[in-house]
């Protein structure tokens, strides 16, 4: 079983900073992407950025220029630094990786407020 653990959320002004951090545990082989969802109240949860195990990235077109995705793959750690937050950043973020096709792990989610 893997488990996922999400840190670094908080409440940050707008135009401020957060970065996430989310450590995967247990009996991992192999992990293949991972990657950041978000869900904010009333709305469904939506794919934030993902990293795949090469490296390659891709964002939501609202977070583009903003957020930047990273992986330490010795670690097994995927984060993402997140610049110029705006109120509509604001939801719970939840961590993902993929183990194979067929299996999804995922974070318990960390809350991200941006409010002045």
């Known amino acids: 079983q893997v488990q996922l653990v999400e840190s670094g959320g908080g409440l940050v002004q707008p135009g401020g900073s957060l970065r996430l951090s989310c450590a995967a545990s247990?009996?991992?082989?192999?992990?293949?992407?991972m990657g950041w969802y978000r869900q904010a109240p009333g709305k469904e949860r939506e794919l934030v950025a993902v990293?795949?195990?090469?490296?390659?990235?891709n964002y939501a077109d609202s977070v583009k220029g903003r957020f930047t995705i990273s992986r330490d793959n010795a670690k097994n750690t995927v984060s993402v630094q997140m610049n110029s937050l705006k109120p509509e950043d604001t939801a719970v973020y939840y961590c993902?990786?993929?183990?194979?096709?067929?299996?999804?792990?995922w974070g318990q989610g960390t809350q991200v407020t941006v409010s002045s």
């Open positions: 247990g009996s991992i082989f192999s992990i293949n992407a």
């Open positions: 990293i795949t195990s090469g490296g390659s990235t």
């Open positions: 993902y990786a993929d183990l194979s096709v067929y299996s999804r792990a």
